[in-house]
């Protein structure tokens, strides 16, 4: 029976979704909403059906600009936990000022949550909420001490965009109310220029 090369036929859909291990090497997709490329055995969510493009080599998927999952590693080189880390840490410190559940970072790396939060603490010591929060803070302080924007400003930018939020994490952190530490830290450095701290 002829079988166009790229179409997605039930017996690679039904593949898809019983992670067929037996098909490896034989065919692989890639999800048009997320531009990543998949084995047919990766145990990631199954994309809706109408966003699948089958490929016949990795290569060629590549070609077509999309990218290799980090879970099923369809290129064939392992990546190995470390690095992956590297790409996460990557992804949130440019992301923190926006809103990151676990599922949004678990689907931006092909990962499943459970799997990402548990490699994540292994190798960091510390969950990815936490690290995004002490990347919030780094930058808050950063900001308190650097610019004389008002608070609310430097909240919303760290990504805390709550006032009364943000200042309870802030002092869990240093110790300090938000205004309390801009204040310490210019006295400290014999500075007497007005600050706005509203
Ligand atoms: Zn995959």
Request: net charge positive; aromatic share 16%.
């Given at each position: 029976m002829y079988e166009p090369r790229h179409e997605l036929t039930e017996d690679k859909w039904e593949a898809i979704l019983n992670n067929d291990t037996s098909r490896d090497g034989t065919f692989f997709y890639a999800v048009a909403t997320t531009g990543i490329f998949c084995r047919p055995s990766c145990k990631s969510r199954p994309p809706l059906k109408e966003h699948v493009r089958i490929f016949d080599h990795a290569f060629e998927a590549m070609e077509?600009?999309?990218?290799?999952?980090?879970?099923?590693k369809p290129d064939g080189l392992r990546l190995p936990d470390e690095e992956w880390m590297i790409q996460i840490i990557q992804w949130i410190d440019h992301h923190f000022a926006e809103s990151i559940t676990l599922q949004r970072l678990a689907d931006q790396t092909h990962s499943s949550p459970?799997?990402?939060q548990r490699t994540f603490k292994r190798i960091k010591g510390i969950t990815p909420a936490e690290y995004i929060q002490e990347k919030r803070m780094d930058y808050a302080m950063h900001e308190l001490l650097t610019t004389h924007d008002p608070i609310l400003d430097i909240a919303v930018r760290s990504g805390i965009p709550n006032a009364a939020h943000f200042a309870t994490t802030f002092q869990k952190r240093t110790g300090l109310s938000p205004s309390a530490y801009r204040k310490k830290h210019i006295m400290d450095k014999g500075e007497d220029d007005e600050i706005e701290t509203k």
């Open positions: 077509a600009a999309f990218r290799p999952c980090k879970r099923c459970y799997h990402l």
